[in-house]
């Protein structure tokens, strides 16, 4: 990033290049509303990153199918892939992965029990709802995941792709949340002999954990509680590592090797989100790399202004053979308004914020779906600057 000290305090520049290139970044996360283009510009600065020398894996947590289509492959799993023809430089290679949260707690489940445990936790009804569906698991298993691919060592850069979420607290709050759930002091409160009866320990489910929903709520009662003991009892040795991995995966996205690129577009909602998660950053003392407003739109070179393009435009009016000119001129007017509302929702953000480096990506005039289409979008996140 580039910093002014001019005494006017003009904006700081986000440089998206400096910040892959720098040998010292291992990881960047994606983070920001739904819509923004997470993905898309995950998938394209990885692919940027890769093509200028580094080996880089992009992991996503959105289930769609957009990152395994633009970047040329049939589909993506748990398991990282190549990606076939990226213009590599040097020693950069680029693998894809998409998270399968039920797979990597399994995978979780072998590594750390032994065998007949580990049959007997996989076969587990409580076990088979917990790893689909509680609440933070998919967030959770995103930050095992990260951990697990830092600690091979294998790649330069991890760019991770988070999923969209009603409050960016999610992300930041999982590994804690669910690590809080496996601890082992709540753990053994389900060990001890149920002297109250079962109406005890279903107050316990239902209120202490706040698991009565979807298909755990359909197991409420005295078969459901047995799943919980049985499980309890057969993955007991494991919950401290749980909590282990929660706390080292926490540090790490803190450590000066990760940058979060929070992302935004020029829209009340998403700025709202973006500021709310640079302030709960701030808090958490996570390393912010800055802001990326996509989707920008930019009024061109022309002298023109929008008022005097309607003013010709409706002095058009009536001519048939000026109707195209005039249309046009609308559009022209049209565009010009469009791209002074997103400059000023950008500038609302940057001075309520000055502290935040901002690069901004402008409109694609398509929807990016192929190699070239990354390439062509990396390009243009590579030269990205704030324009005051």
Not at 83 to 112: C, Q
């Amino acid at each position: 990033m580039t910093r002014t000290h001019d005494k006017h305090a003009l904006p700081l520049r986000l440089d998206l290049d400096g910040l892959i290139d720098d040998p010292q970044t291992r990881i960047v996360v994606c983070c920001g509303a739904g819509g923004v283009g997470k993905t898309t510009t995950a998938a394209a600065l990885a692919l940027r990153a890769a093509e200028r020398g580094r080996r880089t894996v992009v992991l996503t947590i959105d289930p769609a199918k957009r990152l395994a289509q633009s970047l040329g492959l049939e589909h993506l799993d748990n398991v990282p892939r190549a990606v076939a023809g990226v213009h590599l430089a040097r020693d950069g290679s680029l693998d894809a992965m998409m998270l399968d949260m039920k797979r990597t707690f399994d995978e979780i489940v072998l590594t750390h029990a032994e065998p007949r445990r580990a049959k007997q936790i996989l076969a587990n009804p409580f076990y088979l709802s917990l790893s689909s569906s509680f609440a933070g698991t998919q967030e959770y298993m995103a930050m095992e995941k990260l951990g697990q691919l830092h600690a091979t060592g294998q790649w330069d850069l991890i760019v991770v792709d988070t999923p969209p979420s009603r409050s960016a607290l999610d992300f930041l709050d999982a590994p804690s949340r669910l690590g809080s759930f496996l601890d082992g002091r709540l753990i053994r409160t389900f060990l001890v002999p149920a002297k109250a009866g079962g109406r005890f320990y279903r107050k316990i489910v239902t209120t202490g954990l706040g698991l009565a929903t979807g298909a755990l709520s359909r197991l409420l009662g005295g078969r459901l509680l047995q799943d919980v003991q049985t499980f309890v009892a057969a993955l007991d040795t494991m919950f401290g590592g749980f909590r282990e991995r929660a706390e080292q995966t926490y540090r790490l996205l803190q450590a000066p090797g990760t940058a979060f690129l929070v992302l935004a577009t020029p829209e009340p909602d998403a700025l709202r989100e973006a500021a709310y998660f640079v302030n709960r950053l701030a808090a958490e003392k996570m390393p912010l790399a800055g802001l990326l407003l996509n989707q920008m739109h930019v009024a061109g070179g022309g002298q023109l202004s929008a008022q005097r393009a309607l003013a010709a435009a409706e002095a058009l009016d009536g001519q048939p053979d000026h109707t195209l000119t005039a249309g046009l001129l609308r559009l022209y007017a049209d565009r010009l308004a469009v791209a002074a509302r997103d400059h000023r929702m950008s500038e609302r953000f940057i001075s309520a914020h000055p502290a935040v480096p901002v690069a901004q990506a402008p409109a694609q005039p398509v929807d990016v779906a192929d190699l070239p289409g990354l390439r062509q979008f990396g390009a243009s996140l590579g030269s990205a600057s704030h324009r005051s």
